[in-house]
Nanobody, 115 residues
Framework: QVQLVESGGGLVQPGGSLRLSCAASGIALDSYAMVGWYRQPPGKQRELVAR???????NYADSVKGRFTISRDNAKNTVYLQMNSLKLEDTAVYYCNTGGFSGYWGQGTQVTVSS
């Protein structure tokens, strides 16, 4: 059975850091052209945060550029999102996705930035 499991969320103060993990089972992430991180703040639309492509190319939403870094470890079949300099507006449930809108999604991990 295919599963994507996000972890690493939690409560952090503004300016702090977290690293999220997306661990895959039943699929090999390195066989997909793109893996992405999305987030959904309370009461708001789900939005793209970062993407990593099979060739290693990455891109980011303007709101997180320079603060977040997406990476992958093929040996661990895991994709990461390193989040630095966190802001209140980064508070959201963060989701991992591959295979497009109708593809595979994790259950989400909560990130709360609060003082």
């Amino acid at each position: 059975q295919v599963q994507l499991v996000e972890s690493g969320g939690g409560l952090v103060q503004p300016g702090g850091s977290l690293r999220l993990s997306c661990a895959a089972s039943g699929i090999a992430l390195d066989s997909y052209a793109m893996v992405g991180w999305y987030r959904q703040p309370p009461g708001k639309q789900r939005e793209l945060v970062a993407r990593i492509f099979s060739g290693g190319y990455t891109n980011y939403a303007d709101s997180v550029k320079g603060r977040f870094t997406i990476s992958r470890d093929n040996a661990k079949n895991t994709v990461y999102l390193q989040m630095n300099s966190l802001k209140l507006e980064d508070t959201a449930v963060y989701y991992c996705n591959t295979g497009g809108f109708s593809g595979y999604w994790g259950q989400g991990t909560q990130v709360t930035v609060s003082s």
